[in-house]
């Protein structure tokens, strides 16, 4: 964690102002085991550089005991590079490239990136800053942010990143808190808890600020949408995938909270190929990659 990140976070629990408390162990300029209180008095841990909350007495979050084993993301990774198509790959490469470039060329200061998951976008941002931005990088996998901590680390020692374990529908900032939001195909998995993140990253989010959110975009026009509809409610109880792959309803949602400017950069557009690992896009149908620039 970084010193800088403190004046934005609040606590998970009730609100209020959080503050390092105690620092154990520094590198640098980096807090890595130290703990953080609340004005009522929650406490929460830094360990092994992450800010940890998961805090016990929250009720509402699932099982997380599972994310807390060592796990092989080496091998991980290496399964979701192999059984990823082509073409989405190159769309993939594409899309982030072209959010890095926006983020490098308007110099953000204050960049979160939301379900990191294995930190693809952070990685590719690290590499070539011209400027050192605080960025927050948030997952519910405290596992994940412990092994992509390190592998940022040797990507560029001097990336300042803070690492925060949570979950992303209680999201531990105060209002305005950011100057720009990624999210690198995580509202998408949300299923039907992406609106209600969209809504509190506008709360998050500073006046004129930036979200860049990539998608693979379909039109629910073509006969075979009702198949993916039985797909979605069938493995994810999710009867409605088009909140989160059909663009004017994306856009709708956008506009209904609040956002004041919408840009679809179209990166690509292809047919599916077999994918083992995502539902969209449907094999044999067309689809769009796309970055959608939403301003504040
Ligand atoms: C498919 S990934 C998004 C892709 C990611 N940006 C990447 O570059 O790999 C979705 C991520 O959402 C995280 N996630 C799932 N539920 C969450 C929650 N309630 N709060 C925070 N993160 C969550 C998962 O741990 C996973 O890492
Ligand atoms: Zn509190």
Do not use: W
Not at 125 to 136: G, R, T, Y
Not at 176 to 204: H, K, L
Not at 250 to 255: A, T
């Amino acid at each position: 964690m970084y010193k800088e990140v403190e004046d934005i976070l609040v606590c998970p629990i009730c609100g209020s102002k959080i503050n390092i408390r105690k620092v154990y162990l520094k590198e640098g300029e980096e807090i890595i085991e130290g703990t953080l209180n609340c004005e009522k008095n929650h406490k929460f841990y830094i360990k092994h550089g992450i800010i940890d909350f998961h805090y016990k007495e929250n009720k509402n979050l699932p099982n997380l005991a599972q994310f807390y084993f060592e796990r092989d993301f080496e091998n991980i990774n290496l399964n979701i590079e192999n059984k990823t198509p082509n073409n989405l790959k190159k769309f993939q490469n594409l899309s982030k490239q072209y959010m890095n470039a926006i983020v490098q060329k308007k110099k953000y200061k204050n960049i979160l990136d939301i379900a990191s998951g294995r930190s693809i976008l952070l990685e590719g941002m690290a590499e070539k800053f011209s400027h050192n931005p605080n960025i927050v990088s948030l997952d519910l996998n405290f596992a994940a942010l412990k092994y992509n901590r390190k592998k940022i680390k040797k990507i560029n020692p001097k990336a300042k990143i803070t690492y925060i374990a949570c979950d992303y529908l209680n999201l531990p900032f105060k209002n305005s808190a950011f100057d720009c939001i990624t999210s690198y195909y995580g509202f998408p998995n949300m299923a039907q808890s992406s609106p209600r993140v969209m809504q509190e990253s506008y709360r998050i989010l500073r006046r004129k600020g930036l979200v860049l959110d990539t998608r693979i975009l379909v039109s629910d026009k073509d006969e075979y949408y009702n198949q993916l509809k039985s797909i979605a409610t069938a493995n994810m109880n999710f009867p409605n995938p088009e909140i989160v792959s059909v663009e004017q309803l994306i856009l709708q949602i956008y506009k209904k909270i609040g956002f004041s400017e919408f840009k679809n950069e179209k990166i690509g557009e292809s047919i599916g190929e077999f994918n083992e690992l995502d539902i969209i896009p449907m094999q044999g149908q067309k689809f769009k990659s796309s970055v959608l620039i939403i301003k504040k």
